[in-house]
C-alpha cells in the first residue's frame, strides 16, 4: 500500500518504518541534493524526467502480521516509468533464478539432509553504484522528515504550486529504477539459499559475503520465508507454499468466489500407485525430469 493508506491505517507504526526507512538511504549515501535553478541547477529537461520517489508500506505477510498485530515494513522506489524507452531491453535485463531450479535444489537438500539457510543481504541493490545521471523528485510530507534527518538538504529545496520539493540525483541503485537489478545482480544477489553437507561450509560461505556486505539476516533450520514462499522440511519431506499470499490477495479481492476453476490436469495426477514399483537406492534426477 501506498505510505499514504498506510500512515492512515497504521498511524505512528508505519511513519517510524518511514523514518527507518529514510535514515537506511541515508546512511548508504544513495543520492545527494540538487538545486533546482541557478548555474549549478538541473536542467528544465531534466527537470521535466524527474522521477518521483514512491514510499510504501508493506505488511509482513510471511513474518506473521495481522491487522491486530501488524509487522511492517516500508520500502522507497524510483518511478522507472519516466526511464521506459531510453534503454534497450539487453541493457536492463537481469537473470534470476529459474523456479525449476530451486525446487529441485529444495528437493536435494530434503533428500540428503544438508543444512540450509536462507540470508538476505542488506540494501541489496544500494550496494551498487548507479552509473548515470538519473534525477529524482521528493515531494509531500517526505521533505520534513528528511529535513529532519539531514537538515543540510533544506538548501536544495524549492517551491512548486505551493509545495515544497526536494530534487536530488541518485548515486546508489535505488529500487524501481530499470536499471538497478542488473547494476546489482551482474556482480552479486541479495536472496540467497544456501545448503551443504556440511555446516562449516555454509557458514564459510556466509562468512565471505558478510565480509563484503555486512552483517545479513540469515535462518538456519527446517522453516524458511524465500521470495515470498513458505519452505519447510521435515524427515526427508519438503514443502513449498503461499497460502498466506493467497489468502491475503483473495482478501483483497472483495468478491466472493462461489465458483471452482477447470484445471488442465487428469483427476487422477495425485493418486498413488501402490502396485507402482519403489524407487530405492541413488535417484537420477536429469533422468526423471527429461
Same mark, same amino acid.
Given at each position: 500500500?501506498?505510505a499514504?493508506?498506510?500512515?492512515?491505517?497504521?498511524?505512528?507504526?508505519a511513519?517510524?518504518?518511514?523514518?527507518?526507512?529514510?535514515?537506511h538511504?541515508?546512511?548508504?549515501?544513495?543520492?545527494?541534493g540538487?538545486?533546482?535553478?541557478?548555474?549549478?541547477g538541473?536542467?528544465?529537461?531534466?527537470?521535466?524526467?524527474?522521477?518521483?520517489?514512491?514510499?510504501?508500506?508493506?505488511?509482513?505477510?510471511?513474518?506473521?502480521? &495481522?491487522?491486530?498485530?501488524?509487522?511492517?515494513?516500508?520500502?522507497?522506489?524510483?518511478?522507472?516509468?519516466?526511464?521506459?524507452?531510453?534503454?534497450?531491453?539487453?541493457?536492463?535485463?537481469?537473470?534470476?533464478?529459474?523456479?525449476?531450479?530451486l525446487?529441485?535444489?529444495?528437493?536435494?537438500?530434503?533428500?540428503k539432509?544438508?543444512?540450509?539457510?536462507?540470508?538476505?543481504?542488506?540494501?541489496?541493490?544500494?550496494?551498487?553504484?548507479?552509473?548515470?545521471?538519473?534525477?529524482?523528485?521528493?515531494?509531500?510530507?517526505?521533505?520534513n522528515?528528511?529535513?529532519?534527518?539531514?537538515?543540510?538538504?533544506?538548501?536544495?529545496?524549492?517551491?512548486?504550486r505551493?509545495?515544497?520539493?526536494?530534487?536530488?540525483?541518485?548515486?546508489?541503485?535505488?529500487y524501481?529504477?530499470?536499471?538497478?537489478?542488473?547494476?546489482?545482480?551482474?556482480?552479486?544477489?541479495?536472496?540467497n539459499?544456501?545448503?551443504?553437507?556440511?555446516l562449516?561450509?555454509?557458514?564459510?560461505?556466509?562468512?565471505?559475503?558478510e565480509?563484503?556486505f555486512?552483517?545479513? &539476516?540469515?535462518?538456519?533450520?527446517g522453516?524458511?520465508?524465500?521470495?515470498?514462499?513458505?519452505?519447510?522440511?521435515?524427515?526427508?519431506?519438503?514443502?513449498?507454499?503461499?497460502?498466506?499470499?493467497i489468502?491475503?490477495a483473495?482478501?483483497?479481492?472483495?468478491?466472493d468466489?462461489?465458483?471452482?476453476?477447470?484445471?488442465?490436469?487428469?483427476?487422477?495426477l495425485?493418486?498413488?500407485r501402490?502396485?507402482?514399483?519403489?524407487?530405492?537406492?541413488?535417484?537420477?534426477?536429469?533422468?526423471?525430469?527429461?
Amino acid at each position: 500500500m501506498s505510505a499514504k493508506q498506510g500512515l492512515m491505517k497504521y498511524n505512528k507504526e508505519a511513519e517510524l518504518k518511514l523514518i527507518a526507512e529514510f535514515a537506511h538511504l541515508l546512511e548508504f549515501q544513495v543520492f545527494h541534493g540538487v538545486k533546482a535553478d541557478g548555474p549549478d541547477g538541473i536542467s528544465l529537461e531534466e527537470e521535466r524526467g524527474a522521477g518521483d520517489m514512491i514510499n510504501l508500506i508493506e505488511e509482513k505477510i510471511n513474518r506473521g502480521h &495481522t491487522d491486530e498485530n501488524p509487522v511492517l515494513g516500508a520500502r522507497s522506489n524510483f518511478n522507472g516509468r519516466v526511464q521506459r524507452g531510453i534503454y534497450t531491453k539487453d541493457e536492463t535485463a537481469s537473470p534470476t533464478v529459474d523456479q525449476d531450479s530451486l525446487f529441485i535444489t529444495c528437493i536435494v537438500n530434503a533428500i540428503k539432509g544438508r543444512f540450509k539457510t536462507t540470508s538476505d543481504v542488506r540494501g541489496a541493490y544500494l550496494n551498487a553504484k548507479m552509473k548515470d545521471r538519473v534525477i529524482m523528485r521528493i515531494s509531500g510530507p517526505e521533505v520534513n522528515i528528511f529535513f529532519g534527518l539531514d537538515p543540510s538538504l533544506k538548501e536544495f529545496v524549492t517551491v512548486v504550486r505551493g509545495k515544497k520539493v526536494l530534487y536530488v540525483q541518485l548515486d546508489r541503485a535505488l529500487y524501481g529504477c530499470v536499471k538497478s537489478s542488473i547494476l546489482w545482480i551482474c556482480w552479486y544477489i541479495d536472496n540467497n539459499n544456501i545448503s551443504h553437507v556440511k555446516l562449516e561450509v555454509v557458514q564459510d560461505i556466509i562468512g565471505k559475503i558478510e565480509a563484503k556486505f555486512g552483517k545479513m &539476516t540469515n535462518k538456519y533450520g527446517g522453516e524458511h520465508g524465500f521470495l515470498g514462499m513458505k519452505i519447510s522440511y521435515k524427515d526427508d519431506k519438503v514443502e513449498i507454499s503461499m497460502k498466506k499470499h493467497i489468502l491475503k490477495a483473495i482478501d483483497m479481492f472483495m468478491e466472493d468466489i462461489n465458483r471452482e476453476a477447470t484445471l488442465p490436469a487428469k483427476a487422477y495426477l495425485f493418486d498413488v500407485r501402490e502396485v507402482a514399483k519403489d524407487l530405492k537406492g541413488p535417484i537420477d534426477l536429469k533422468r526423471i525430469i527429461g
